[in-house]
């Protein structure tokens, strides 16, 4: 894509589309099979026991999932990436799920969660 996104309402969608592809933390939350297949991870799982973290993972897929984001500008899709990275960077065991969900293996210790 390019930098800018096109005039008419049609392609900047489908720049948006394009763009929230590009993203993969983003793409990973929108997927309708996201819960169960952190759930069928065992790393993940227990993650899963904790509230907290089930709040936290829900509140990124209601994120990914606004359907403001489907006409948005890049910076409106782009700041909800930012915010789901931070998420991540912020919490181990987030971007653990977040890793898992694009099929990659991420290992957290105990002692990165302090």
């Known amino acids: 894509p390019t930098s800018h996104p096109p005039a008419s309402l049609a392609g ?5 589309v394009a763009a929230m592809q590009m ?9 309708p ?4 297949k952190l759930v069928q991870n065992p790393d993940v799982r227990k993650h899963m026991a ?11 897929r209601k994120l990914a999932n606004d359907p403001k984001l ?7 899709v ?3 990436a930012q915010q789901i990275a931070m998420a991540g960077h912020k ?10 969900l694009q099929g990659q293996g991420l290992v957290v210790e ?3 969660l302090k």
């Open 50 to 60: 904790d509230p907290g973290f089930q709040s936290q993972i829900e509140k990124l």
């Open 33 to 36: 099979d996201c819960i169960e």
């Open 110 to 112: 105990e002692s990165d």
């Open 70 to 76: 489907d006409g948005a500008d890049m910076t409106e």
């Open 12 to 16: 900047r969608i489908g720049f948006c």
């Open 78 to 80: 782009s700041a909800v």
């Open 91 to 100: 919490d181990p065991r987030v971007m653990q799920a977040l890793m898992v």
């Open 23 to 31: 993203d993969p933390f983003t793409s990973a939350l929108r997927d």
